[in-house]
Nanobody
Framework: VQLQASGGGLVQAGGSLRLSCAASGRTFSSYAMGWFRQAPGKEREFVAAVNWSGGSTYYADSVKGRFTISRDNAKNTVYLQMNSLKPEDTALYYC????????????????????????WGQGTQVTVSS
């Protein structure tokens, strides 16, 4: 699967952005989808993930309550709605796809591990000014 992220930009603190990630291929609905981010000088970190149906979502504590991940399998697209943005949200945001291995993969925490994701988009820059 090939992934193309878009929607990044410059926004003031407190503002909102919606990122999109369009996927190619006919098997999009079989993948778990995630968003990760990497700030300058820092390691890439988990942001959010969604299961194949969109019925289960997972968030990093730092974005819980402010970000919402969703997917539209008919459009082969996953979204990340980001509200109440903070300067510390500034980063390059990547979407990624993973082959899940049952409920334990989700509930055991592997869904949050970037090593579990075999497919990555090119990243879209989000900059939040104070």
């Amino acid at each position: 699967v090939q992934l193309q992220a878009s929607g990044g930009g410059l926004v003031q603190a407190g503002g909102s952005l919606r990122l999109s990630c369009a996927a190619s291929g006919r098997t999009f609905s079989s993948y778990a989808m995630g968003w990760f981010r990497q700030a300058p000088g820092k390691e890439r970190e988990f942001v959010a993930a969604v299961n194949w149906s969109g019925g289960s979502t997972y968030y990093a504590d730092s974005v819980k309550g402010r970000f919402t991940i969703s997917r539209d399998n008919a459009k082969n697209t996953v979204y990340l709605q980001m509200n109440s943005l903070k300067p510390e949200d500034t980063a390059l945001y990547y979407c990624a796809a993973a082959v899940p291995y049952g409920s334990a993969w989700y509930n055991g925490g592997r869904v949050r591990s970037e090593g579990e994701y075999g497919y990555w988009g090119q990243g879209t820059q989000v900059t939040v000014s104070s």
